[in-house]
């Protein structure tokens, strides 16, 4: 009998342990999915609050509200409609998060400093401090950065980074590098904060890349 109850309590000890909350899930209207261990479970439309665990997938419905605090630390992710993100790695000196689909706002405490770090299909996003949105289509990244800077870069090839500073936005298609910053709108920041919509970020950048790429041709035909 003290073997079996040694035997099951060495089995469960693991699981506790790898069950660390890292955070609270915050389901404020719409519904959601959370999938651990390959099992799902749906919340909603109740809004509540959930646990949420390192490698938990979560992924939004079409009307959903939501947002997610981090264990200890003062950072505020909000979650908007039909996103699909998992919690990679949470805690010790390194946040990672995998943003498959959708759109985020971030707000990242600078009292902590850690390494904090957003994949999504094409690009890496790297922060220290500062609130920012990443919106991607898995075709294409945008950052828009309200406070502070980040760092944007293929992920094919990191060294193809820009750093996107206060006020502006940059943009990475496929495995291209990403565009210069371009000057985020007073009308377009209001849009981006507001809707509620997978895709808000005016298409500039790519209408300045298509501009610069003119004007590359030109140049070229001019010299024959």
């Keep these: 009998m003290n073997r079996l109850i040694l035997f099951l309590i060495f089995l469960f000890i693991p699981m506790v342990l790898c069950a660390k909350e890292v955070g609270k899930f915050n ?82 405490d600078q009292s902590i400093q850690v390494s904090f770090e957003i994949l999504t299909p094409n690009s890496i996003i790297s922060v220290k401090g500062t ?11 945008s950052v828009a950065t309200l406070e502070g800077s980040v760092s944007l870069s293929s992920l094919k090839d990191p060294t193809q980074s820009v750093d996107v500073p206060e006020g502006t936005f940059s943009k990475t298609v496929r495995n291209r590098p990403p565009t210069l910053p371009v000057t985020l709108t007073p009308k377009s920041k209001a849009a981006l904060l507001k809707d509620n919509r997978s895709i808000s970020i005016p298409d500039i950048a790519k209408k300045k890349e298509d501009v610069e790429e003119t004007k590359e041709k030109n140049k070229t035909k001019g010299s024959h």
């Design 27 to 108: 389901l404020k209207a719409g519904k959601v999915k959370i999938t651990r261990d390959k099992k799902t479970v749906f919340y909603g439309p109740k809004p509540q609050s959930i646990s949420i665990l390192e490698k938990d997938q979560i992924r939004t419905g079409p009307s959903s509200v939501s947002e997610i605090e981090l264990t200890n630390r003062k950072d505020n992710i909000r979650l908007y409609a039909n996103v699909i993100l998992d919690m990679d790695k949470v805690g010790g000196e390194k946040i990672s998060l995998n943003l498959k689909v959708g759109k985020v706002k971030f707000v990242v």
């Design 131 to 141: 609130e920012f949105v990443v919106l991607t289509d898995v075709v294409s990244t």
